[in-house]
């Protein structure tokens, strides 16, 4: 009987297979909007990445403890035709016994933008029944194999080798650190724009944080970080054959945001422009009123 490791991998290098014959992705369509869609990471990154890119029209909607069926909801809700560069910063909150949940979403934004350029962070997140975040790391790896000019700032890396700049979950950066992940993924960006091939993730981490109220395999209290398992793979390979299914994943994420409001960025704008459309609205039927009564 095939181990559900293997049979994971089999079905992650399914969805990339057809993929690997698509054409380089690129930036030149749209008219040069970024749309950034996230987590808790993505609202304490997004508020820097204005001021690295001056000049680029970006939108952002993002909602803390999300994971990437939620997010892709999230590009559902936020994409127009007129983006050429879409970030799509998922993974964290997945279960990561079940990386084709990041490969599936990622799949169906690719459905939707065509050879748009995507900017994919690698992925710490959490380390589950001793699970950390190779599967889904190897997804990322092999999705950007399979698009070339995908862009994978390596979030991973950087938890990995500045730790200092992590709090005490282990799982959001501090100030200095949300704004280091800005500066990534802003270079993911402006190499999309300039239709740049994807730099190789030299380094990377698998290890992830112990998700709230569990404990790790190895007695690690919660916030602490896991040892990695398994090295880090900038590049994955289709394995020689696939098995049969895996069970169905959950979409709940592993753990709700407790630190960050939720805040939709997209929603709240919409609500507003159609406040003011309605006050205008009322205005013109006031004057339209008073010119049909006055001489």
Same mark, same amino acid.
């Given at each position: 009987?095939?181990?559900?490791?293997?049979?994971?991998?089999?079905?992650?290098?399914?969805?990339?297979?057809v993929?690997?014959?698509?054409?380089?992705?690129?930036?030149?369509?749209?008219?040069?909007?970024?749309?950034?869609?996230?987590?808790?990471l993505?609202?304490?990154?997004s508020?820097?990445?204005?001021?690295?890119l001056?000049g680029?029209?970006?939108?952002?909607?993002?909602?803390?403890?999300?994971?990437?069926?939620?997010?892709?909801?999230?590009?559902?809700?936020?994409?127009?035709?007129?983006?050429?560069?879409?970030?799509?910063d998922?993974?964290?909150?997945?279960?990561?016994?079940?990386?084709?949940?990041?490969?599936?979403?990622?799949?169906?934004?690719?459905?939707?933008v065509?050879?748009?350029?995507?900017?994919?962070?690698?992925?710490?997140?959490?380390?589950?029944?001793?699970?950390?975040?190779?599967?889904?790391?190897?997804?990322?790896a092999?999705?950007?194999?399979?698009?070339?000019?995908?862009?994978?700032?390596d979030?991973?890396?950087?938890?990995?080798?500045?730790?200092?700049?992590?709090?005490s979950d282990?799982?959001?950066?501090?100030?200095?650190? @949300?704004?280091? #992940? $800005?500066?990534l993924?802003? %270079?993911?960006?402006?190499?999309c724009? &300039?239709?740049e091939p994807? *730099?190789?993730?030299?380094?990377?981490?698998?290890?992830?944080?112990?998700p709230?109220?569990d404990?790790?395999?190895?007695g690690?209290?919660?916030?602490?970080?896991s040892?990695?398992?398994?090295?880090?793979?900038?590049?994955?390979e289709?394995?020689?054959?696939?098995?049969?299914?895996?069970p169905?994943?959950?979409?709940?994420p592993?753990?709700e945001?407790v630190?960050?409001?939720?805040?939709?960025?997209? @929603?709240?704008? #919409? $609500?507003?422009?159609?406040k %003011?459309?309605?006050?205008?609205?009322? &205005?013109?039927?006031?004057? *339209?009123?008073?010119?049909?009564v006055l001489?």
């Amino acid at each position: 009987m095939p181990k559900r490791g293997g049979i994971v991998a089999a079905l992650v290098a399914a969805l990339f297979a057809v993929a690997a014959l698509a054409p380089a992705a690129r930036a030149d369509e749209g008219s040069g909007r970024v749309l950034v869609v996230g987590d808790s990471l993505e609202e304490l990154t997004s508020p820097y990445l204005q001021h690295l890119l001056p000049g680029v029209p970006i939108t952002v909607n993002a909602v803390g403890g999300s994971n990437s069926f939620q997010i892709f909801d999230l590009f559902q809700e936020s994409y127009e035709p007129s983006d050429s560069v879409i970030v799509f910063d998922a993974g964290t909150n997945d279960d990561p016994e079940y990386p084709q949940i990041l490969a599936e979403n990622l799949q169906k934004v690719v459905q939707t933008v065509g050879n748009r350029c995507l900017v994919v962070p690698t992925i710490h997140g959490f380390t589950v029944n001793g699970v950390d975040n190779a599967g889904k790391n190897r997804v990322v790896a092999e999705f950007a194999a399979s698009r070339p000019g995908t862009q994978t700032p390596d979030w991973a890396g950087f938890v990995h080798t500045h730790p200092q700049l992590m709090q005490s979950d282990n799982l959001h950066p501090i100030e200095a650190g @949300a704004e280091a #992940r $800005a500066r990534l993924i802003a %270079e993911g960006i402006d190499r999309c724009l &300039a239709g740049e091939p994807n *730099a190789p993730v030299a380094s990377g981490a698998n290890e992830g944080a112990i998700p709230p109220g569990d404990e790790g395999q190895n007695g690690e209290a919660e916030g602490e970080l896991s040892d990695s398992r398994e090295a880090f793979e900038p590049a994955g390979e289709a394995p020689a054959s696939a098995g049969a299914a895996g069970p169905e994943p959950g979409s709940q994420p592993i753990a709700e945001a407790v630190h960050f409001k939720l805040v939709d960025r997209v @929603a709240v704008r #919409r $609500a507003e422009v159609e406040k %003011e459309e309605r006050r205008s609205k009322v &205005a013109a039927a006031a004057v *339209a009123a008073l010119a049909a009564v006055l001489p």
